[in-house]
């Protein structure tokens, strides 16, 4: 590919899969003098994005548990930079990234062009708001962690208002959208009501919110099975929340949202967490070709159809399995991907033929905070079995360890977790600012 002494790998995106390639790409040529590796990111540091509803409710801190792309890129052997990916120019293998501007909007360092010889696109999804009316200008995302932040802020404001005012009337929040994030986020917001009475807000109970998700399909995490969904509404309409299925929505208004039966369901915050999409930036972005919904289609070998000095993964590209399925927009296919692609650029460099990927589906599971969690488990076999309580909790935490070791190895993992376990009893249980 390259006739350069060194071959400069570039990724762009520090997510869940991109940051993983990151470090095991730095670990295996740190010492080398064939290949360096760039990663770029359009913020400074990581958070893993399964973990965004947390940030949403102020169960996690970003400004604390945030990983800063640079001190790990010093610790584990490659680069970092922050930029956005505005452009790619494949005949000369440069990509563009936007100028960086500071708070007044001055710019800090101009548009910039970086060349490469091998490419990787990590950039992830965003959520779609299929052109409905006032998504854009009425609704909240949790798509990166400035969105969650915000989200949090106006959370603990409007609950501020109901502690001064003594008000009757609950906070009452739309969530558009149950699948994972949705429903995730649904528990995570009766969780704030609870802890928010611990820290001083006397007039603040789980009465004191009302959830309304809402889903466009037949029922909850429709992409789950059926037990899945029925576990999961027993659990959330516990917790006080109101489920709408079949409810498809029109427009959203300032004051609340339009759903298709003419009903308008009033709402102090609304979040979209509808559907899935790649940044227009992608759209056939240096003439690759793209699906609709923008992701880059690859071989199977995880390289861009139509050039195989690119590869992309995770939720930005769009890989056909046997079968003629995709592979899902999750954590797990990011991780796996990140590995094969891992192993494909150091087959690359020895020579040495690339190998198709394969998804292996372990399942899935679901987290409602500190109330439950569920699970359908395809591990090792081809039989499914369910698993609820502190068995799916456990699980559920362990996917997230697994990206830690990815990152930090054994050692520092079990040293974050003791970290944490400190942490609980030090800190709040909730960012209370
Ligand atoms: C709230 C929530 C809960 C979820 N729960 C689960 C779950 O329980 N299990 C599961 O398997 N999946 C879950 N997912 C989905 C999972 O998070 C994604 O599938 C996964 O993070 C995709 O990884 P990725 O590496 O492709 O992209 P991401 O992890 O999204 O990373 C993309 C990176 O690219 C950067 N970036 C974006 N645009 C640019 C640009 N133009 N230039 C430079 N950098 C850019 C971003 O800053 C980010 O760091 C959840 C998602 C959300 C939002």
Redesign the pocket.
Same mark, same amino acid.
């Given at each position: 590919m390259s006739h350069r002494a060194t071959t400069r790998i570039v990724i &762009?995106?520090?997510?869940?899969?991109?940051?993983e390639l990151a470090t095991k790409l730095g670990h295996a040529y740190r010492k080398s003098t064939s290949a360096s590796v760039l990663l +770029? $990111? *359009?913020?400074p540091f990581?958070v893993? *994005?399964?973990?965004?509803?947390e940030v949403?409710s102020g169960s996690l801190d970003v400004d604390m548990d945030g990983i800063d792309f640079r001190s790990h890129a010093a610790n584990h052997g490659f680069e970092f930079q922050l930029? =956005?990916? !505005?452009g790619l120019n494949r005949t000369n293998k440069i990509i563009t +990234?936007?100028a960086i501007y500071d708070e007044d909007r001055s710019v800090l360092i101009p548009e910039r062009q970086i060349e490469y010889d091998i490419l990787v696109l %990590? /950039?992830? #999804?965003i !959520?779609n708001d299929f052109g409905i009316p006032g998504v854009r200008e009425h609704c909240l995302t /949790?798509? $990166?962690t400035h969105e969650a932040e915000r989200f949090h802020k106006g959370l603990l404001n409007q609950f501020l208002k109901i502690k001064a005012q003594k008000k009757d009337a609950p906070l009452t929040i739309t969530i558009v959208g149950a699948g994972?994030?949705g429903v995730?986020?649904t528990a995570e917001l009766y969780k704030v009501a609870d802890y928010l009475r611990v820290y001083g807000f006397q007039n603040v109970d789980r009465s004191s919110l009302r959830v309304n998700l809402v889903e466009a399909s037949e029922r909850i995490l429709s992409a789950l099975p059926h037990r899945i969904s029925e576990m999961a509404g027993g659990v959330l309409e516990e917790l006080g929340a109101q489920i709408l299925v079949q409810t498809q929505v029109q427009g959203v208004g300032a004051t609340g949202v339009f759903v298709d039966d003419g009903a308008f369901l009033p709402s102090d915050i609304t979040v979209w967490?509808a559907g899935?999409k790649c @940044?227009d &930036?992608l759209d056939q972005i240096g003439g690759l070709s793209t699906t609709r919904r923008h992701q880059v289609i690859v071989r199977p070998t995880l390289q861009a159809q139509d050039d195989p000095s690119i590869y992309a993964?995770? $939720?930005? %590209?769009a890989c056909e399995q046997e079968g003629g399925q995709f592979v899902?927009?999750?954590? @797990? =296919? %990011?991780h796996q991907?990140?590995t094969a692609v891992a192993a494909n650029i150091r087959r690359h460099m020895k020579g040495k033929p690339q190998k198709p990927f394969r998804y292996r589906d372990h399942g #899935? +599971?679901? =987290?409602f905070a500190e109330y439950s969690s569920v699970g359908v488990l395809s591990y090792m076999t081809k039989h499914r079995f369910f698993v609820e309580g502190s068995i799916a909790k456990y699980l559920?935490i362990s +996917?997230y360890r697994l990206h830690q070791i990815a990152l930090h190895g054994y050692i520092n993992t079990a040293l974050t977790m003791i970290v944490g376990r400190i942490n609980r009893k030090l800190r709040p249980r909730l960012k209370l600012h």
């Open positions: &762009v995106g520090g997510g869940a899969g991109g940051l +770029l $990111d *359009k913020h990581h893993w *994005k399964p973990l965004f509803h949403a930029g =956005s990916l !505005t +990234l936007d %990590a /950039i992830g #999804s !959520t /949790i798509d $990166d994972a994030t995730e986020l967490c899935v @940044q &930036v993964l995770g $939720d930005c %590209a899902p927009p999750r954590a @797990q =296919s %990011a991907m990140a #899935s +599971l679901v =987290s559920y +996917l």
